[in-house]
């Protein structure tokens, strides 16, 4: 049994930053790939960010540049730093995680960027 628990969203001008925490629970963490997902009102949710156990990371074209996603093995954390926010990434971003073909997903935290 996995858990995820997203913290860090919030309202934020446009060109501001904002760092997104995804705290889980459970065994073997390190083992395992994590992603940053998102989902604006009326539209599909999309991969942002993804690092794998060994730390290689891949990123939506959207956010390349911008965002920034690392891991704290011995926290059993998961980060997104986004930098340079757009109106256009408002959205509530989930941390997720797959572990024996199941889906894990958080709650999502909301992140508006706006004037």
């Known amino acids: 049994q996995v858990q995820l628990v997203e913290s860090g969203g919030g309202l934020v001008q446009p060109g501001g930053s904002l760092r997104l925490s995804c705290a889980a629970s459970g065994t073997f963490f390190s083992r395992y790939a994590m992603g940053w997902y998102r989902q604006a009102p009326g539209k599909q949710r999309d991969l942002v960010a993804r690092?794998?156990?060994?730390?290689?990371?891949d990123y939506a074209d959207s956010v390349k540049g911008r965002f920034t996603i690392s891991r704290d093995n011995a926290k059993k954390m998961v980060y997104l730093q986004m930098n340079s926010l757009k109106p256009e990434d408002t959205a509530a971003y989930y941390c997720?995680?797959?572990?024996?073909?199941?889906?894990?997903w958080g709650q999502g935290t909301q992140v508006t960027v706006s004037s």
């Open positions: 690092i794998t156990s060994s730390g290689t990371t």
């Open positions: 997720s995680t797959v572990r024996m073909g199941i889906d894990y």
